[in-house]
Structures are given as C-alpha cells and as structure tokens.
C-alpha cells in the first residue's frame, strides 16, 4: 500500500510540474504564434485581445449602413500596425510573380520609381490583397476585426478619439495643406488607435473580408461575424484615404469596391488569429 501511494504521489507531483510548465510557457507559445510569418512578412503586428467592442452606430448617428450599434464579441487576433507598404508588395510579386500593380504616377514600372517604399501600396485589388495576405500566411480582416482595432471598446469617433481630426492625427481632404498626397506609413503616430495600430483613419482606405450590404448590421452575429453569407457584387472598404472628408474616416463608417476597382486611394493591411496562427506552424 505504501509503495502505491508513494507511486501515485510521484505521478501526481510530475503531473503538477508539467502544467504548471505549460502555464510558464504560454506566454512564449503566444508571441510565437502571432510571429509565425516573420521571415516572410516581417512587419510588427498588434495583438488585439478577446472581449466585447461597441460596433457600428446608435440611431441619430453616423450613416443609416452603421446602424444599429451592438455589443460584439470577437475573438483574440493580431493586426498589421501599419498598411502594407509598396517594399513589402514588390517583395510578394517577386516573391511568386504576381502582377505588378498600376503605377498611380505614371511615370514608369512602379519597381523602379525611387523613394516611394514606405509609402502605402495602392491601385490593388480585392483579389491582390486575398493573395498577398495569404502569401504572407495572414488574411484580410473581417469588418468588426478591422473596427474594433481602430475604435477599441468605448465606441469612440476616431481612432484617436472624438476630437475632430487634425495635420498630426489623419491624412485627409483637409484645408491645413496645399499639397494631398500619400504619406508614410506610420507617420502620424497622434492618430494612433487604443491599441497602436497606425493609419486607420486617412492615407489609404483598406480592403476587409466581408461583402458589403447596406443591411448586414440589423441581423449580424454579435460573436465574431465574418460578413453575409449572401455573396453580393463588392466588397467592403474601412478607413477613408488622403482625399475622404472627415465624416468618411470615422470608426464607424463603411465603404465599398468591385473586386476589381484600382484606386490611388485604396490599400489594405492583413490579420492573424491565433488558433489561424498555431494551425500554420
């Protein structure tokens, strides 16, 4: 009796050991996981924890498509901080030869204009954007991923806040500059969401997962929707760009493209969930 006891004991003890090692790691595992494209994609990625946001907008606000606001429940996932860049698309179409996008300066193959590397990649379509989020083993974020980034969980205007936007905060149709163009990524740290995630409101407006419809708000899953199951004509577009006013920057505010609309305005960042992520490894 004694030496089973002692047995158990030992089994006991082991078992006890290897969790709380597990425990010790997960941390590691996590961080792991979310870096898991790092020699493909090497671009710092923020993880936006699990948890309910405030979506879309109460009746008497915003646009009738952002109606009604809802409490929704997404899981834990990493976003891009910044807009993919042209030095990270031109290394994807060399990567696998995909085709080189519309130069928007017209002035030569968009691989050979100089200076323009961290600038936002544009003239991309949907499909450009599946492809090279899928290449980088990420993919495009759903709707209510790409807002709750930008907006957090107070339902607040803009990503920085609800105080109206300024030259430090978005690049946008705006009267403080003569010149409208494209910006680097990251480079008005003020406009920064909660999280840290650069750029959501102005510069380029980016391309989501979802179809678009006007009605999806009204019947949508409060945990983790990914958009209708109707397939539908366009695709949803979040952010405004360098030429939007402010009311199309907001957190809230919905756009949409065909899937093969080029613009100079319109780019696109990636996501990683993390049960994606650890399915990948």
């Not at 492809?131 to 607040?156: F, H, I, N, Q, V």
């Not at 405004?240 to 093969?260: Q, V």
Request: with cysteine; net charge neutral; glycine share 10%.
């Amino acid at each position: 009796m004694i030496t089973g006891l002692w047995q158990r004991s030992t089994q006991l003890k082991r078992i006890t050991v290897a969790v709380v090692t597990a425990l010790a790691l997960m941390p590691l595992l996590t961080q792991e996981a979310f870096a898991g494209a790092k020699e493909i994609d090497p671009v710092p990625m923020v993880t936006i924890p699990a948890g309910e946001f405030l979506m879309g907008n109460p009746e008497g606000k915003g646009r009738e498509d952002e109606r009604p606001q809802r409490s929704v429940y997404l899981d834990e996932f990493a976003i891009d901080q910044v807009e993919v860049t042209n030095e990270r698309y031109m290394a994807f179409v060399k990567s696998i030869g995909h085709r080189t996008p519309p130069n928007p300066y017209g002035t030569g193959p968009l691989q050979s204009i100089k200076g323009i590397e961290q600038l936002p990649v544009v003239q991309t379509t949907w499909y450009d954007a599946k492809a090279y989020c899928s290449w980088a083993k990420k993919r495009l974020p759903t709707e209510a991923e790409w807002e709750k980034a930008a907006r957090g969980t107070d339902g607040r205007l803009y990503p920085w806040g609800n105080d109206p936007p300024t030259a430090k905060r978005a690049n946008i149709d705006r009267e403080w500059e003569d010149e409208r163009t494209l910006h680097a990524v990251g480079s008005l740290p003020d406009g920064d969401s909660p999280y840290g995630v650069k750029d959501m409101a102005g510069n380029v407006r980016e391309w989501v997962s979802d179809w678009y419809d006007a009605d999806y708000y009204q019947h949508a899953p409060n945990r983790n929707p990914q958009g209708p199951d109707k397939k539908g004509v366009v695709r949803s577009i979040r952010g405004g760009s360098w030429h939007s006013p402010a009311s199309d920057i907001t957190t809230s505010a919905r756009g949409r493209g065909g899937f093969a609309l080029q613009t100079h305005g319109t780019g696109f960042r990636c996501v990683r969930g993390l049960q994606e992520a650890i399915q990948k490894k």
